[in-house]
């Protein structure tokens, strides 16, 4: 028996689909396993606005809180938002896994850590800086096991902010977001950014200042 050859179309796209195939495992690209890091930040920034410390996980559109646990002060972070996760003031918000090649890379997706930087009394109401460190890790196979993460982006935000007598109501006066190339990606230690704010005893305005960066920034907020 012979059987008839496949005709010049199914040749063709047996050809493209192949090809797509290989692209897609080549290149890790898929995708359902891409998301979105909106919903993240507006978890973060609703936490901040409140005034109130978190470690949420976020699962098919879901929130799963998880303990803080931690009573110590952010003071001595010195404006790290790295630093202050781990205070009584840290905001952690995780997002879901994103795999690459079926499943074989793995660990991928956005982190957002930081907190409550600095809280300067400036008569009523008062005024906070508050600071976000985010992460993009692209996924990566975990083996051997004590393998980290092969790529990673790095990117702050910066928030000033007016709260009420309340301390769970607050707006925000100025955003700031800084992104490579201001951010360079570099050793633990070595390239820490920083922000701090001071008010301006001549004029009513307050000076913010991030350390750390490509090169240096500060910029007056006049109020």
Same mark, same amino acid.
């Given at each position: 028996?012979?059987?008839?050859?496949?005709?010049?179309?199914?040749?063709?796209?047996?050809?493209?689909?192949?090809?797509?195939?290989?692209?897609?495992?080549?290149?890790?690209?898929?995708?359902?396993?891409?998301?979105? /890091?909106?919903?993240?930040?507006?978890?973060? $920034?609703?936490?901040?606005?409140?005034?109130?410390?978190?470690?949420?996980?976020? +699962?098919?559109?879901?929130?799963?809180?998880?303990?803080?646990?931690? *009573? +110590?002060?952010?003071?001595?972070?010195?404006?790290?938002? !790295?630093?202050?996760?781990?205070?009584? $003031?840290?905001?952690?918000?995780?997002?879901?896994?994103?795999? /690459?090649?079926?499943?074989?890379?793995?660990?991928?997706?956005?982190?957002?850590?930081?907190?409550?930087?600095? /809280?300067?009394?400036?008569?009523?109401?008062?005024? $906070?800086?508050?600071?976000?460190?985010?992460?993009?890790? !692209?996924?990566?196979?975990?083996?051997?096991?004590?393998?980290?993460?092969? +790529?990673?982006?790095?990117?702050?935000?910066?928030?000033?902010?007016?709260?009420?007598? *309340?301390?769970?109501?607050?707006?925000?006066?100025?955003?700031?977001?800084?992104?490579?190339?201001?951010?360079?990606?570099?050793?633990?230690?070595?390239?820490?950014?920083?922000?701090?704010?001071?008010?301006?005893?001549?004029?009513?305005?307050?000076?913010?200042?991030?350390?750390?960066?490509?090169?240096?920034? +500060?910029?007056?907020?006049?109020?």
């Amino acid at each position: 028996m012979h059987w008839p050859l496949p005709s010049r179309t199914n040749r063709v796209g047996r050809l493209g689909l192949f090809g797509v195939i290989s692209i897609t495992l080549l290149t890790g690209f898929s995708p359902d396993a891409l998301t979105s /890091r909106a919903p993240l930040d507006v978890i973060w $920034e609703r936490h901040m606005l409140n005034g109130m410390p978190a470690n949420i996980y976020v +699962e098919d559109g879901h929130e799963v809180a998880r303990a803080t646990g931690s *009573t +110590e002060p952010f003071e001595p972070t010195r404006g790290n938002p !790295a630093s202050v996760t781990y205070s009584k $003031e840290g905001i952690i918000v995780t997002g879901p896994q994103e795999t /690459r090649m079926l499943g074989l890379r793995r660990h991928g997706g956005w982190s957002l850590h930081g907190g409550r930087l600095q /809280r300067l009394a400036a008569g009523d109401p008062g005024f $906070e800086l508050y600071g976000k460190h985010v992460i993009c890790t !692209a996924p990566y196979f975990p083996f051997p096991f004590h393998r980290g993460p092969q +790529e990673q982006q790095w990117s702050y935000e910066f928030f000033l902010l007016k709260r009420d007598q *309340t301390g769970r109501a607050a707006q925000i006066i100025r955003k700031w977001v800084f992104e490579p190339p201001m951010v360079i990606l570099g050793p633990p230690g070595r390239y820490e950014v920083s922000a701090d704010m001071k008010r301006d005893p001549s004029a009513p305005g307050i000076t913010v200042t991030v350390h750390g960066l490509a090169k240096p920034f +500060e910029e007056r907020v006049a109020f």
